[in-house]
């Protein structure tokens, strides 16, 4: 059994926590590996932290600790480099989750020269870290939906329009007034809630306005909003540009105050046929990112482990 290990640091419950936690259980789903996780000392766990319902996998301490390989998300790099644990020629699973991480400000930046099997979330975030020069085999997994897709959409929307500005209070709260009307129902979220709350305001809302940093490496709430039947209004961020299709499966204005507000007034606008075929094939591409296929496409790179960590 080969044991792939994990670092965290959790403050609070955000997508990149989540997406790691879906990592860690797709090892333990493919035959032949198991999955370690270590924490750091100040970690918060409170009933957000997914690991809290794995305990079991959580160790204590790295000393004497021979891991197959190693998980690698964010700022891990300095934490297992701290751990003394990159000194070796252990193979480095490099999850990417940002086209940031190749600016030279960033710490993940620095680590790019370290050989690693980069798993990166989107093409956009493969053609960066690229083109900066990492070292190592390149693979691209976009992100999968955790959401179940087998329920039946909602008929009514109590919501006609949800804000989802946490990222950008003061542009959301911009494009509610702009975008208020009499009898519109428009719900803003400018501060952290639980998932679950999230979750169920996109579900209840007929079209759901994003704004996420002007620069993300995938933004999976979009991804979520398919799932959950809202219509999308998600203006370019690059890494959504493979699945946040312009008048396919949702609205992707210009990252533009004005081009946002007009976008969002089309989608509440739009006649009931165009809405139905969005939301359709919106929820088409919520299934083609199902974590299944999330969990196969990683599977299969961890059968192929020691050949890809031989490439150059």
Sequence with gaps: MRTILFHRKYRRFHGGHL????????????????????FDVNSSWDSSNPWTQARE???????????????????DWQRFDALG??????????????????????????????????LCVSP??????????????VVVIPNGVDIPLDAEPVSRHPVDLLIAGLKHPVLAARAAEALAAPGRAIHVLTEHVPREQFLAAMREARVA???????????????EGM????LVVC?????NRSFVLPGVNALRPAYDLAEIIAAARSALELPKGEVETLRANALETARSHSLDAECE????????????????
């Design 235 to 239: 203006p370019d961020c690059v890494g």
């Design 19 to 38: 997406k790691v936690w879906h990592y860690f259980n797709h090892v333990l789903a493919t035959p032949g590996f198991d999955a370690r996780v270590y």
């Design 227 to 230: 799932a959950l039947g809202t």
């Design 57 to 75: 996998y959580v160790v204590e301490s790295t000393a004497d600790f021979a891991p197959a390989a190693l998980f690698v998300a964010g700022r």
């Design 209 to 223: 306005l994003f704004l996420p940093n002007e620069v993300e490496g995938f933004y999976l709430p979009a991804l």
């Design 297 to 312: 496409a990683f599977g299969r790179v961890l059968s192929n482990l020691y050949r890809l960590w031989a490439i150059p």
């Design 85 to 118: 644990l990159l000194d070796g020629n252990v193979p480095i699973l490099n999850l990417i989750q940002h086209v940031r991480h190749t600016e030279e400000w960033s710490i993940q930046a620095r680590y790019l020269d370290r050989r690693a099997i980069r």
């Design 124 to 137: 956009e975030v493969a053609e960066a870290i690229v083109t900066a020069g990492s070292q190592g085999p």
